[in-house]
């Protein structure tokens, strides 16, 4: 094959690295164009068949910042487990590049964003069914073993929201008080996610990685820091999402479907659906929290500004958490600070 001629707007080595590996390969592709990219340094782009019109992707994941490993180990558990996801036709582990299939344009956040009730219906029943599909893969099965979302990874998780969240973009000074009153939500959210149930994680099962294929069966991306944790996590990530919020009829609508067709297909999910609710919020605050502080870093450190527009979002679910569960009230409080407004306290279950 002829190396792909690249746009001069699009030019860089790594590209011009990923169009002469390709151009190793045992097939022909006329063009090559941005896909996507994320919150982290991988990029994606869509080539095309000389041959027939078909098209692929090409996973740019530059070493030493990313590891294409890990992604092909969670593609093949996945996939052994019907899950669909992106098939891998050709991996250069070395320098970080993967062709896969591709599984089209339309992500759900795309199709969410103004999707008729009835089609929301349909999306969220699949995005659901496919979770518990997910959930009932044993992680056992991984050819390189997972992490566990152990103590020491969820607190690493939760130090992004003080350091990057409240140090970096709203540059406070926490008191001693505050301090110690972080700490003990800090430690009750541990605990919580410790002591649940545990299954296979995805750890970003949201509308943006989840595509549709034209069939009941959605496409799942974005699944390289899969780990063994909280049954309850996955949950969090799709139904309190980064881009898109639901009132919260709906939410516990969709919360007990979920839980309906867990218990159903046998996964370690509680008897008592309050309950599950309330892992599911505690649970979905520790990766609100994560996300705040997330999306700082990313704004901060790494020069991607758009991810800060969607945080007034996670601060209103932490608002929602420190109104409702009395041990999460201080959080209420520290916001007002921030924006001097004021929280009451509501129930707690």
């Not at 001693?176 to 700490?183: I, T, V, W, Y």
């Not at 916001?335 to 279950?349: N, P, Q, S, W």
Request: glycine content about 6%; proline content about 6%.
């Amino acid at each position: 094959m002829q190396r792909i001629n690249i746009p001069p707007a699009q030019a860089d080595q790594r590209l011009a690295d990923a169009t002469d590996w390709l151009a190793t390969l045992d097939a022909r592709w006329s063009s090559i164009e941005p896909a996507s990219a994320d919150a982290s340094f991988r990029r994606y782009f869509r080539v095309r068949s000389a041959n027939d019109d078909s098209t692929a992707i090409v996973m740019d994941a530059p070493p030493p910042k990313e590891d294409v490993r890990p992604f092909l180990n969670i593609s093949r558990l996945l996939a052994s487990g019907g899950v669909n996801v992106p098939a891998v036709y050709a991996a250069d582990e070395a320098r970080g590049l993967l062709l896969l299939g591709d599984l089209g344009n339309t992500t759900y956040l795309r199709a969410l964003t103004d999707a008729a009730d009835g089609e929301r219906q349909r999306l969220f029943t699949d995005a659901i069914t496919t979770l518990v599909q997910l959930q009932q893969i044993d992680p056992a099965q991984a050819e390189v073993p997972l992490a566990r979302y152990d103590a020491a990874l969820l607190r690493r998780e939760i130090d992004l929201f003080p350091e990057w969240y409240l140090g970096r973009h709203c540059q406070i000074e926490l008191t001693d008080d505050e301090k110690n009153a972080l700490e003990r939500i800090y430690a009750v959210l541990i605990a919580g996610a410790l002591a649940q149930p545990t299954v296979l994680v995805h750890r970003d099962y949201m509308p943006r990685n989840l595509m549709v294929t034209g069939e009941r069966n959605p496409g799942v991306l974005d699944y390289q820091d899969a780990v063994i944790g909280p049954v309850s996590y996955d949950v969090a990530s799709l139904m309190r999402d980064a881009f898109l919020s639901w009132e919260e009829p709906q939410i516990i609508d969709w919360v007990a479907r979920y839980w309906d067709r867990a218990r159903k297909a046998g996964l370690p999910v509680r008897e008592d659906f309050s309950e599950f609710y309330r892992e599911f919020e505690w649970m979905g605050l520790q990766r609100h929290l994560k996300v705040l502080g997330i999306f700082a870093r990313i704004n901060y450190r790494d020069g991607k500004p758009h991810y800060l527009a969607d945080t007034p979002r996670f601060v209103n679910y932490v608002r929602h958490a420190a109104t409702r569960y009395q041990a999460f009230a201080p959080l209420g409080s520290l916001l007002d600070r921030i924006e001097g407004t004021a929280t009451k306290v509501g129930y707690t279950f």
